[in-house]
């Protein structure tokens, strides 16, 4: 049996205390200490293998937000229109940027 205790939130760090009974004859409490690291602000849903920054926004791949889009040289980079590089055009049947 697990009892739930507490859980609180501060700053995107969740802690978790929980209590672990075995037939009334042991418990411990036990904690779980969960960090959540935001998503790059492009990405709808995002892995966190590595530091996210300009140049790696380790969305998933094809999972950008509303009016962002996949670049050709890297898709789990998700840029705005407006955000073009000159080598890249964008692709409108498959709503993506291409080289």
Known sequence: ???????MKVF?????LYTISIQESYSN??????TILPCYDSCYRCQKKSSTNSESHNCFENNCKEDYYVVPTKNTNCFKREEKKDNWYFDIEENKFGL
């Open 1 to 7: 049996m697990i009892l739930f205790q507490q859980m």
């Open 12 to 16: 995107n760090i969740f802690e978790l």
């Open 29 to 34: 409490q036990c904690k779980i200490e969960l």
